[in-house]
């Protein structure tokens, strides 16, 4: 792959033990737009800061939060480009799955898989990790899940959590607020709150991203007018 | 002859109430030459699921190993047993894999799903899956059991019935058959327990 000079692995062990090249990538996410998840006891919500470049930018078009099938969602912190690969081969893994047993793919099968890509990418030649950590939101027959997938490929399943920019003063905030009985809109009232904590200027539908997924086991982005329902209601 | 007569075979199983019962016979031949009667064409793959495969014995012995392998790693990946729908696509798609050039077997797949609800189908050699409600038929004997099943099934049978009225159709159909036969083979398995019995009938 590539010229024989770059065909050794760029991720290379330190004298400290560590993969400098995936700490960096670390740092790519944590410059990145905040974003957070919530579990609740009848579903998940995710959300994310939706900054665009400039007031000119079409908001419309751009979703940052998207569906690897229809019962689980994914949103990031990070390069929206190397997102995007990600959600592709994502989705890949799970249509082949249906495919082979004809049966919706279990949350914790995909983001195994989709680890196991983020993994490979630390050890292969001539290419380099992805600058991404995602939150992955389903729900399946073991009830709603919430993980978090590191560029090192390494995944953890959260009550809650927060990547990006504010992370260190969304996590505090979703330390003292998150109840393990919480319900699915007392949690995207929380999210909202979250997101506000660390948010620079005015928050509104256009800046932000809200997914969620109920027991009816179907993923969905909210709506504008949805998020201002929710946004009316927090004030 | 057929390659899939070369070894002969039966293999049938049926729907009870909560319950199912899959039975084969137990001939081993090499055409006409009887080689073995204690050849085993079921197999577990797990305590509800079970398959039982009819045709080139080879193949029957193959395509087992390759099965209970894929099985094994699903069940350690995602911590639990297949549901018998699921086990019967992953066969569908194994035998298509080798569309032209394919297991000269067909396979016959009985288990307890969800619910403990019976799930039966077979299918041809290149994994084409046939539900039914009621029995499933396969191998050189196919024809025979057709008929018997027809003839003796009854919807929503307890496990003694099922195991009798199984028991009864393959034995007779394989006394019409040269190549199938030397007794059976028979599991019922219900929710809590598997029930396996060997059949005694003509021995020729």
């Known amino acids: 792959m590539g010229d024989s000079q770059y065909s050794f692995s760029l991720t290379t062990f330190s004298p400290s033990g560590k993969l400098v090249q995936i700490e960096h990538a670390l740092t790519a996410v944590g410059s990145g737009q905040t974003s957070l998840g919530l579990k609740a006891s009848n579903g998940v919500v995710i959300a994310t800061e939706k900054k665009l470049l400039s007031i000119l930018v079409d908001e419309a078009s751009v979703q940052k939060i998207q569906h690897l099938t229809p019962n689980i969602g994914t949103v990031y912190s990070g390069m929206g480009p190397d997102f995007r690969v990600l959600v592709r081969k994502s989705r890949k893994q799970a249509e082949q799955y249906l495919r082979l047993y004809k049966e919706p793919i279990p949350v914790t099968q995909l983001v195994r898989e989709t680890a196991t890509v983020m993994q490979e990418f630390t050890q292969s030649g001539g290419v380099r990790p992805f600058g991404v950590s995602l939150l992955v939101a389903g729900y399946d027959d073991k009830g709603p899940q919430l993980y978090q997938v590191d560029p090192s490929g390494s995944y953890f399943s959260w009550k809650a959590s927060a990547m990006g920019k504010n992370v260190s003063n969304a996590k505090t905030f979703l330390e003292k607020r998150y109840t393990e009985d919480m319900e699915l809109d007392d949690a995207i009232h929380t999210a909202i709150l979250t997101l506000k904590e660390g948010f620079e200027g005015e928050i509104s539908s256009k800046n932000i991203e809200i997914g969620k997924i109920g027991a009816d086991k179907v993923f969905r982005v909210l709506t504008p007018a949805e998020i201002d329902d929710y946004l009316a209601e927090v004030e | ?204």
């Not at chain 2, 049938?12 to 090499?30: H, P, Q, Y």
């Open chain 2, 1 to 204: 002859m057929s390659i899939f007569e070369y070894n002969g075979s039966a293999v049938v199983a049926m729907v009870g109430k909560n319950c199912f019962a899959i039975a084969s016979d137990r001939r081993l031949g090499v055409q006409l030459q009887t080689i073995a009667t204690d050849f085993q064409r079921i197999s577990k793959i797990h305590d509800h699921l079970f398959i039982g495969l009819s045709g080139l014995a080879t193949d029957v012995q193959t395509l087992y190993q390759r099965l209970v392998f894929r099985h094994k790693l699903y069940q350690l990946r995602e911590e639990r047993d297949m549901k018998p729908e699921t086990f019967a696509s992953l066969v569908s798609a194994i035998l298509y894999e080798k569309r032209f050039g394919p297991y000269l077997c067909q396979p016959v797949i009985a288990g307890l799903g969800d619910d403990n609800k019976p799930f039966i189908c077979t299918m041809d050699s290149i994994g084409a899956k046939e539900l039914a409600k009621d029995f499933v038929v396969s191998g050189t004997a196919s024809e025979s059991l057709y008929g018997a099943c027809e003839a003796m099934f009854k919807p929503d049978m307890e496990a003694e019935e099922l195991f009798e009225t199984i028991s009864q159709a393959l034995l007779s159909s394989v006394d019409r058959d040269c190549l199938s036969g030397w007794g059976g083979h028979v599991y019922v398995v219900t929710p809590n327990e598997i029930k396996e019995k060997i059949l005694k009938g003509r021995m020729d």
